[in-house]
DNA sequence: TAAGGAGTGCAATGCCATTGCAAAGTTTAG
DNA sequence: CTAAACTTTGCAATGGCATTGCACTCCTTA
């Protein structure tokens, strides 16, 4: 497992510090997009500055995407290996407004709709906000 | 004009205080979502507290809606008369990140993806980042 | 092994949404 | 017509979260 992590990093560049591979974890193991603030509560001893730097570098290496869910907080889920944050490879994301979690649900592709003339896209971000299988 | 607003009000039940009139106007007038501080600095002399609850108002009787766009702060826009900002209702939004205009792009309807059992969705928002013609 | 750079932690700042409370305005009952 | 009740508004304060400044530590390299 650490080795998977360890060469997640590699693959982008990024130096792996102790910091950056419990961040990484944390993201795998979850599964889901996580706060900042969830972060913090996971890794307990993580100081929050380092995690929100740890986050920042990871996005400028494509190690994970922004979420915004409308939470009013940001969140974070890890990319895929081949992925660029490109607008083809956005995927959906789903809040439940019972529990607050974020799904990444990268299996249901979405269709980038036509945009007006003139106009160019770059990232797109589609959320469903609902209940999640584990609320209903 | 003022007309087209009041009705607008009184359609969804609204009483049409000075204030009310003048957010919906700002945002009718503006034609994109507009954040709390826009409009702050549209309505030169009104209170920021006051255009918040208005727009809370506004929200909960379906006459504006709310845009995330990222940018950190919500974005307000105009609901169509007849919507109920059902899941079918919702529309693109797309965000340039050159000016920070948010548009509402109501004729591009967007498609609902098949979700994983269990899930019920609720609201849709769909986000395209961009450069809008204006900057292009 | 000393110097430079990268990473980390603490404290402070700043921005924006939101709330409490009191004043002003509006509606309603008597 | 008027007092009570409710609604709307404005000011001030609070609170949550993102972000930055600075100093310390660690790691790399010449």
Redesign the interface.
């Known amino acids: 497992m650490k080795d998977v992590i360890e060469n997640k990093l590699k693959l982008r560049s990024v130096k792996p510090t102790a910091m950056r591979l419990l961040v990484l974890q944390a993201l795998l193991n979850e599964k889901k997009a996580l706060s900042l603030n969830e972060l913090e509560t996971i890794l307990e001893h993580a100081d929050r500055t380092t995690i929100f730097r740890t986050l920042k570098t990871f996005q400028e290496k494509f190690l994970v995407h922004?979420v915004?869910?409308?939470s009013g907080m940001?969140k974070y889920a890890v990319c895929d290996d081949d992925c660029n944050c490109s607008l083809q490879e956005n995927h959906?994301h789903?809040l439940c407004?019972k529990c607050s979690t974020t799904y990444c649900?990268k299996d249901?592709?979405?269709?980038?709709?036509?945009?007006?003339?003139?106009?160019?896209?770059?990232?797109?971000?589609?959320?469903?906000?609902?209940?999640?299988?584990s609320c209903?």
């Open positions: 922004r915004y869910d409308g940001v959906l789903f407004t649900l249901a592709p979405i269709a980038i709709p036509t945009i007006p003339k003139g106009f160019k896209a770059k990232y797109a971000n589609y959320l469903i906000e609902g209940s999640c299988s209903n």
